[in-house]
Protein backbone atom coordinates (compact mmCIF):
# COMPACT_ATOMS: atom_id res chain seq x y z
CA UNK A 1 0.00 0.00 0.00
CA UNK A 2 1.45 3.73 -0.83
CA UNK A 3 2.09 5.64 2.49
CA UNK A 4 -0.29 7.96 3.30
CA UNK A 5 1.17 11.42 4.69
CA UNK A 6 1.15 10.74 8.80
CA UNK A 7 -0.80 13.67 9.26
CA UNK A 8 -3.75 12.93 7.86
CA UNK A 9 -3.62 9.34 9.36
CA UNK A 10 -3.35 11.53 13.08
CA UNK A 11 -5.93 13.68 11.60
CA UNK A 12 -8.57 11.05 10.81
CA UNK A 13 -7.68 8.88 13.98
CA UNK A 14 -9.17 11.49 15.99
CA UNK A 15 -12.57 9.89 14.40
CA UNK A 16 -14.35 13.05 14.10
CA UNK A 17 -15.42 12.43 10.59
CA UNK A 18 -18.21 9.80 11.67
CA UNK A 19 -20.32 12.95 12.64
CA UNK A 20 -19.18 15.52 10.28
CA UNK A 21 -22.21 15.23 7.21
CA UNK A 22 -23.98 14.67 10.26
CA UNK A 23 -24.31 17.81 11.87
CA UNK A 24 -21.02 18.26 13.71
CA UNK A 25 -19.47 20.27 11.37
CA UNK A 26 -22.44 22.93 10.17
CA UNK A 27 -23.21 22.74 6.77
CA UNK A 28 -22.01 19.43 7.06
CA UNK A 29 -26.00 18.14 6.68
CA UNK A 30 -25.90 20.58 3.26
CA UNK A 31 -23.24 18.97 1.91
CA UNK A 32 -24.76 15.10 2.25
CA UNK A 33 -28.27 16.00 0.97
CA UNK A 34 -26.80 17.83 -2.55
CA UNK A 35 -24.14 14.81 -2.50
CA UNK A 36 -27.21 12.60 -2.54
CA UNK A 37 -28.75 14.71 -4.71
CA UNK A 38 -26.20 14.51 -7.62
CA UNK A 39 -25.71 10.76 -7.01
CA UNK A 40 -28.84 10.01 -7.39
CA UNK A 41 -29.50 12.55 -10.18
CA UNK A 42 -27.18 10.29 -12.47
CA UNK A 43 -26.93 6.71 -10.48
CA UNK A 44 -28.36 3.81 -13.24
CA UNK A 45 -30.44 1.93 -12.02
CA UNK A 46 -29.83 -1.05 -9.76
CA UNK A 47 -28.99 -3.40 -8.20
CA UNK A 48 -25.37 -2.22 -8.42
CA UNK A 49 -21.92 -3.04 -7.62
CA UNK A 50 -20.47 0.25 -5.97
CA UNK A 51 -17.32 1.28 -4.30
CA UNK A 52 -16.76 3.87 -2.56
CA UNK A 53 -13.12 4.80 -2.18
CA UNK A 54 -12.01 7.00 0.80
CA UNK A 55 -15.48 6.35 1.91
CA UNK A 56 -14.47 6.96 6.15
CA UNK A 57 -16.93 5.59 8.33
CA UNK A 58 -19.13 5.11 5.75
CA UNK A 59 -22.04 7.56 5.85
CA UNK A 60 -22.46 7.26 2.26
CA UNK A 61 -21.99 3.50 1.59
CA UNK A 62 -24.45 2.95 3.95
CA UNK A 63 -27.06 4.79 2.80
CA UNK A 64 -26.29 3.14 -0.85
CA UNK A 65 -26.41 -0.30 0.84
CA UNK A 66 -29.60 0.48 2.08
CA UNK A 67 -30.69 1.10 -0.98
CA UNK A 68 -30.25 -2.11 -2.41
CA UNK A 69 -26.72 -1.79 -3.36
CA UNK A 70 -23.72 -4.02 -3.13
CA UNK A 71 -21.21 -1.66 -1.62
CA UNK A 72 -17.52 -2.16 -0.86
CA UNK A 73 -15.65 0.21 1.16
CA UNK A 74 -12.14 1.08 0.89
CA UNK A 75 -10.15 3.44 3.26
CA UNK A 76 -6.50 4.01 4.37
CA UNK A 77 -7.50 5.05 8.11
CA UNK A 78 -7.82 1.82 10.14
CA UNK A 79 -10.23 3.17 12.64
CA UNK A 80 -12.60 4.69 9.69
CA UNK A 81 -12.88 0.71 8.40
CA UNK A 82 -13.69 -0.84 11.79
CA UNK A 83 -16.54 2.48 12.51
CA UNK A 84 -18.16 1.71 8.98
CA UNK A 85 -17.82 -2.30 9.61
CA UNK A 86 -19.65 -1.98 13.34
CA UNK A 87 -21.95 1.04 12.16
CA UNK A 88 -22.75 -0.48 8.24
CA UNK A 89 -23.27 -4.04 8.43
CA UNK A 90 -24.31 -4.39 4.93
CA UNK A 91 -21.41 -2.68 4.09
CA UNK A 92 -17.94 -4.62 3.28
CA UNK A 93 -14.83 -2.18 4.36
CA UNK A 94 -11.29 -2.70 4.36
CA UNK A 95 -8.08 -0.93 4.90
CA UNK A 96 -6.66 0.73 1.60
CA UNK A 97 -5.42 3.36 -0.87
CA UNK A 98 -6.89 4.57 -4.13
CA UNK A 99 -3.23 5.10 -5.74
CA UNK A 100 -3.29 1.41 -5.73
CA UNK A 101 -6.39 -1.05 -4.93
CA UNK A 102 -6.64 -4.48 -4.18
CA UNK A 103 -9.74 -4.90 -6.16
CA UNK A 104 -10.27 -6.55 -9.39
CA UNK A 105 -10.41 -4.92 -13.14
CA UNK A 106 -13.66 -4.06 -14.28
CA UNK A 107 -15.52 -5.11 -11.25
CA UNK A 108 -17.70 -2.33 -10.40
CA UNK A 109 -20.60 -0.33 -12.20
CA UNK A 110 -19.84 3.11 -9.86
CA UNK A 111 -16.80 3.89 -8.27
CA UNK A 112 -16.87 7.17 -5.33
CA UNK A 113 -14.19 8.84 -5.06
CA UNK A 114 -15.14 11.52 -2.44
CA UNK A 115 -12.38 12.78 -0.47
CA UNK A 116 -8.60 11.15 -2.41
CA UNK A 117 -8.39 13.59 -4.72
CA UNK A 118 -8.58 16.35 -2.31
CA UNK A 119 -5.77 14.52 0.49
CA UNK A 120 -3.55 14.11 -2.84
CA UNK A 121 -1.44 16.86 -2.98
CA UNK A 122 0.28 16.08 -6.20
CA UNK A 123 -1.10 15.61 -9.68
CA UNK A 124 0.59 11.97 -9.90
CA UNK A 125 -0.78 10.66 -7.06
CA UNK A 126 -4.44 11.78 -8.53
CA UNK A 127 -4.03 10.55 -11.32
CA UNK A 128 -3.11 7.03 -10.06
CA UNK A 129 -6.32 7.15 -8.10
CA UNK A 130 -8.57 8.34 -11.13
CA UNK A 131 -6.56 5.50 -12.68
CA UNK A 132 -7.45 2.99 -10.78
CA UNK A 133 -10.95 3.87 -10.44
CA UNK A 134 -11.05 3.74 -14.36
CA UNK A 135 -9.77 0.21 -13.85
CA UNK A 136 -12.11 -1.53 -11.41
CA UNK A 137 -14.98 -0.16 -13.32
CA UNK A 138 -17.21 -1.93 -15.88
CA UNK A 139 -16.86 -0.21 -19.47
CA UNK A 140 -19.50 2.88 -19.03
CA UNK A 141 -19.07 2.47 -15.92
CA UNK A 142 -19.85 6.21 -13.47
CA UNK A 143 -17.29 7.87 -11.29
CA UNK A 144 -18.38 10.17 -9.09
CA UNK A 145 -15.41 12.42 -7.67
CA UNK A 146 -15.14 15.28 -5.26
CA UNK A 147 -13.05 18.03 -4.72
CA UNK A 148 -12.24 21.49 -2.67
CA UNK A 149 -12.67 24.23 -4.04
CA UNK A 150 -9.44 26.87 -3.69
CA UNK A 151 -11.44 29.75 -2.38
CA UNK A 152 -12.90 27.52 0.04
CA UNK A 153 -11.51 27.92 3.01
CA UNK A 154 -10.93 31.74 2.27
CA UNK A 155 -14.38 32.10 2.52
CA UNK A 156 -15.44 29.69 5.46
CA UNK A 157 -12.72 31.03 7.41
CA UNK A 158 -13.18 34.88 7.14
CA UNK A 159 -17.12 34.60 6.88
CA UNK A 160 -17.82 31.49 9.16
CA UNK A 161 -15.45 30.60 11.51
CA UNK A 162 -13.64 34.00 12.24
CA UNK A 163 -10.18 32.74 12.21
CA UNK A 164 -8.38 34.26 8.93
CA UNK A 165 -7.12 36.88 11.21
CA UNK A 166 -4.77 34.45 12.81
CA UNK A 167 -1.57 34.74 11.01
CA UNK A 168 -0.89 31.26 10.89
CA UNK A 169 -3.81 30.31 9.52
CA UNK A 170 -3.61 33.48 6.95
CA UNK A 171 -0.21 32.34 5.80
CA UNK A 172 -1.32 29.20 5.09
CA UNK A 173 -4.06 29.75 3.29
CA UNK A 174 -2.26 32.37 1.15
CA UNK A 175 -0.17 29.42 0.38
CA UNK A 176 -2.98 27.52 -0.55
CA UNK A 177 -4.43 29.65 -2.75
CA UNK A 178 -1.46 29.70 -4.92
CA UNK A 179 -0.60 26.37 -4.77
CA UNK A 180 -3.33 24.63 -3.98
CA UNK A 181 -1.80 22.79 -1.22
CA UNK A 182 -2.92 23.29 2.37
CA UNK A 183 -0.03 22.01 5.02
CA UNK A 184 0.08 22.95 8.48
CA UNK A 185 -2.89 24.35 8.87
CA UNK A 186 -4.58 24.31 12.53
CA UNK A 187 -8.21 23.43 11.17
CA UNK A 188 -7.09 20.85 8.78
CA UNK A 189 -4.62 18.14 7.27
CA UNK A 190 -2.74 18.47 4.34
CA UNK A 191 -4.94 19.15 0.85
CA UNK A 192 -5.37 20.27 -2.30
CA UNK A 193 -7.68 22.58 -3.42
CA UNK A 194 -8.95 22.63 -7.09
CA UNK A 195 -9.84 24.95 -9.71
CA UNK A 196 -12.69 23.96 -10.90
CA UNK A 197 -11.53 23.58 -14.51
CA UNK A 198 -8.31 21.45 -13.40
CA UNK A 199 -10.57 19.04 -12.04
CA UNK A 200 -12.26 18.54 -14.98
CA UNK A 201 -9.07 17.86 -16.53
CA UNK A 202 -7.73 15.96 -14.89
CA UNK A 203 -10.55 12.88 -14.83
CA UNK A 204 -10.58 13.40 -18.84
CA UNK A 205 -6.77 13.03 -18.77
CA UNK A 206 -7.47 9.64 -16.54
CA UNK A 207 -9.48 8.38 -19.40
CA UNK A 208 -13.04 9.39 -18.54
CA UNK A 209 -15.71 10.29 -20.61
CA UNK A 210 -17.94 14.11 -20.51
CA UNK A 211 -17.43 14.99 -17.36
CA UNK A 212 -19.66 17.38 -15.60
CA UNK A 213 -19.17 19.57 -12.80
CA UNK A 214 -21.21 20.88 -9.58
CA UNK A 215 -21.13 23.00 -6.78
CA UNK A 216 -22.12 21.15 -4.22
CA UNK A 217 -23.22 23.51 -1.51
CA UNK A 218 -23.65 26.75 -3.67
CA UNK A 219 -23.24 29.58 -0.84
CA UNK A 220 -25.17 27.86 2.55
CA UNK A 221 -22.25 26.91 3.47
CA UNK A 222 -21.41 30.53 4.13
CA UNK A 223 -25.09 30.93 6.50
CA UNK A 224 -23.90 31.67 10.03
CA UNK A 225 -27.00 30.30 11.52
CA UNK A 226 -27.03 27.50 9.53
CA UNK A 227 -28.95 25.08 12.18
CA UNK A 228 -31.39 27.03 13.20
CA UNK A 229 -32.26 27.65 9.26
CA UNK A 230 -32.18 24.03 8.59
CA UNK A 231 -34.16 23.06 10.87
CA UNK A 232 -37.19 25.69 9.38
CA UNK A 233 -38.29 23.61 6.61
CA UNK A 234 -38.93 26.71 4.23
CA UNK A 235 -35.60 28.03 5.06
CA UNK A 236 -33.83 24.70 4.26
CA UNK A 237 -35.37 24.52 1.02
CA UNK A 238 -34.31 28.36 0.14
CA UNK A 239 -30.53 27.12 1.11
CA UNK A 240 -31.36 23.86 -1.19
CA UNK A 241 -32.41 26.03 -4.04
CA UNK A 242 -29.91 28.74 -3.99
CA UNK A 243 -26.99 25.51 -4.52
CA UNK A 244 -29.39 23.97 -7.16
CA UNK A 245 -29.29 27.87 -8.72
CA UNK A 246 -25.59 28.56 -8.56
CA UNK A 247 -24.87 24.54 -8.86
CA UNK A 248 -23.40 24.39 -13.19
CA UNK A 249 -22.37 27.44 -13.91
CA UNK A 250 -18.66 28.60 -14.41
CA UNK A 251 -18.23 31.36 -13.08
CA UNK A 252 -20.11 30.63 -10.21
CA UNK A 253 -17.86 27.98 -9.36
CA UNK A 254 -15.34 29.61 -8.09
CA UNK A 255 -17.47 30.17 -5.06
CA UNK A 256 -17.86 26.72 -4.31
CA UNK A 257 -16.88 24.71 -1.09
CA UNK A 258 -17.47 21.12 -2.02
CA UNK A 259 -17.04 20.42 -6.16
CA UNK A 260 -18.68 16.92 -7.88
CA UNK A 261 -17.84 15.22 -11.22
CA UNK A 262 -19.54 12.75 -12.87
CA UNK A 263 -17.85 11.04 -15.22
CA UNK A 264 -17.94 7.71 -17.82
CA UNK A 265 -15.74 4.97 -18.39
CA UNK A 266 -15.54 4.77 -22.08
CA UNK A 267 -17.41 2.05 -23.87
C1 LIG B 1 -13.26 14.23 4.44
S1 LIG B 1 -13.21 12.50 4.29
C2 LIG B 1 -14.55 12.20 3.15
C3 LIG B 1 -15.31 10.97 3.45
C4 LIG B 1 -16.50 10.70 2.54
N1 LIG B 1 -16.08 10.09 1.29
C5 LIG B 1 -17.27 11.95 2.26
O1 LIG B 1 -17.32 12.37 1.10
O2 LIG B 1 -17.83 12.53 3.19
C6 LIG B 1 -11.80 12.14 3.28
C7 LIG B 1 -11.49 10.65 3.25
O3 LIG B 1 -10.47 10.38 2.28
C8 LIG B 1 -9.64 9.36 2.81
N2 LIG B 1 -8.36 9.37 2.11
C9 LIG B 1 -7.34 10.24 2.25
N3 LIG B 1 -6.30 9.87 1.46
C10 LIG B 1 -6.70 8.75 0.80
C11 LIG B 1 -6.09 7.88 -0.15
N4 LIG B 1 -4.83 8.08 -0.58
N5 LIG B 1 -6.79 6.81 -0.59
C12 LIG B 1 -8.05 6.58 -0.15
N6 LIG B 1 -8.66 7.37 0.74
C13 LIG B 1 -8.00 8.44 1.22
C14 LIG B 1 -9.55 9.70 4.28
O4 LIG B 1 -9.11 8.61 5.06
C15 LIG B 1 -10.99 10.11 4.58
O5 LIG B 1 -11.75 9.00 4.97
Redesign the pocket.
Known amino acids: M?E??PR??AF?GQGR?AG??RGDVPSGPL??AR?QELILRFLPPGPLRIA??????G??AGWLAGLGHSVQL????PL?VEQATADHPGVRATV????ALDQPSDSFDVV?L???L???VDRD?RGQ?LHEALRILRSGGWVFA?GIARFAAVMDLLVRLDRLHEPEVLRAVEDAVATGVLEDAPMFTTAYFHLPQDLVDEVADAGFQNPRIFSVEGPGFLVSDFESRWADPQRREAILAAARLMESEPSALAAASHLFVAAQAPG
Open positions: PLDILYERLEFTDIGGAAIYVDPVHGDARLMGPYHLGAA
